[in-house]
């Protein structure tokens, strides 16, 4: 992921996410060095097409994957298991001991798919996320160990 990349990366975070991401955030974190990948692909007759992205905070020995989203007219078609898959493999290349991330528990979706993978429940972070009417919603921090 490139500075230029933004504004396609923009329109999937802005469709996918009801507490999206801003323009900042991702410039915050390509400047401090993460791992931000993207998945591009041929869809609708479109060479090239943004499919997906991640981002991956290291600390240590440690991963956090602060996002990863696959865009809303590809979901449930494995593009979410096969950024995982990408965000492991990029893990124990880089020596990495664990991956570390938050979930908000109406994710049921991201949920399910991170137990699948193998991520476990370590905690929770109250009130973590905004949510609507000016509410806040707790984070499930899960953990896979690599």
């Known amino acids: 992921m490139q500075p230029e990349d933004l504004d396609a990366v923009l329109a999937i975070e802005d469709s996918v996410y009801p507490y999206p991401w801003s323009r900042g955030n991702f410039r915050d974190a390509l400047r401090s060095g993460y791992q931000a990948w993207l998945a591009r692909g041929d869809v609708h ?54 991956i570390l991330l938050e979930v908000r528990p109406s994710n ?14 370590i905690g929770r972070r109250n009130a973590y996320y905004p949510a609507a009417g000016n509410t806040r919603e707790d984070a499930i921090v899960m953990r896979l160990p690599l």
Do not use: C, K, P, W
């Open 45 to 98: 007759d479109m060479a090239d097409e943004l499919l997906g992205y991640f981002l991956l905070m290291v600390a240590l020995d440690e991963g956090h994957l602060l996002n990863i989203s696959v865009r809303a007219d590809l979901q449930r078609r494995g593009l979410g298991r096969a950024l995982l898959d990408r965000v492991v493999s990029m893990a124990r290349g880089l020596g990495l001991t664990s």
């Open 108 to 121: 049921t979706r991201a949920l399910t798919l991170y137990g699948h993978y193998g991520f476990v429940s």
